[in-house]
């Protein structure tokens, strides 16, 4: 099945130590972003990706930075992670053009913990 | 600022009610709007997807209105059942630049034996 996958499902990191979280799609989707979800809180977009075009939110920190490789892959590395940055990592894919183009469809998330 | 309310923010109703929950945006021009379902710890599921032309789109035992004049779409679920608990939320896009979605806080769903 054509999906949104994220690895690792759980990532444990320290204080202060770079994390990378990563994100693949198998639909060939144009567009991939990156949400920050805290407890019982909405999701929060980070920034997001149209094809290599990046397009980053005013308000996330410079601490998160996002690459995009190629078109299936897409990573969100943390600089220096403070204990505020806990929290889900959501990607999500939309194909960007034709019909439904902006349904999001998101990957199960990977739950960061910073100790 | 789009704004995406939902009420209520937790509901709790026995094994084969229907029910209805609600969410409210403040700014009407909007592109689409999505229900998603999000299970504890998990991702998010999308459910239904509302193009803004549309009045309502039906899955199974799911049925979501839109009513973009009013700012509010209402998914209704018929004969609940305990795997329908899960936190449901709902987004909106707008219409004009980057469509980006705006997410309401959810409704937090027990259905319980």
């Known amino acids: 099945d054509a999906m949104v996958i994220q690895n690792p499902r759980y990532q444990v990191t320290q204080f202060g130590k770079p994390v990378t979280l990563s994100c693949s799609q198998t639909?060939?989707?144009?567009?991939m972003y990156w949400y920050q979800q805290k407890s019982s809180q909405a999701p929060k977009l980070l920034f997001h990706?149209?094809?290599?075009?990046?397009?980053n939110e005013a308000d996330t920190p410079d601490n998160f930075q996002s690459r995009r490789p190629n078109t299936s892959f897409c990573f969100l590395d943390i600089r220096s992670p403070g204990l505020g940055d806990a929290a889900m990592y959501l990607c999500?894919?939309?194909?960007?053009?034709?019909?439904?183009?902006?349904?999001?469809?998101f990957g199960s998330g990977t739950q960061l913990s910073v100790l | 600022k789009q704004e995406v309310t939902q009420i209520p923010a937790a509901l709790s109703v026995p094994e084969g009610e229907n029910l209805v929950l609600n969410c409210s945006f403040t700014?009407?021009?909007?592109?689409?709007l999505q229900w998603f379902r999000q299970d504890p710890g998990k991702g998010l599921t999308s459910l239904l997807l509302?193009?803004?032309?549309?009045r309502e789109q039906t899955s199974g035992r799911l049925n979501a209105s839109l009513d973009k004049s009013s700012g509010r779409s209402t998914l209704y679920i018929a004969a609940s059942q305990p795997g329908d608990s899960a936190t449901y939320l709902c987004?909106?896009?707008?219409?004009?630049?980057?469509?980006?979605?705006?997410f309401g806080t959810g409704t937090r769903l027990l259905v319980s034996p």
């Open positions: 999500a894919t939309s194909k960007g053009s034709g019909r439904r183009a902006w349904e999001l469809f």
């Open positions: 639909l060939n989707h144009n567009v």
């Open positions: 990706y149209y094809d290599k075009d990046f397009n």
């Open positions: 700014d009407s021009a909007i592109y689409n």
């Open positions: 509302i193009q803004s032309s549309q």
């Open positions: 987004a909106v896009m707008k219409d004009t630049g980057f469509q980006k979605l705006v």
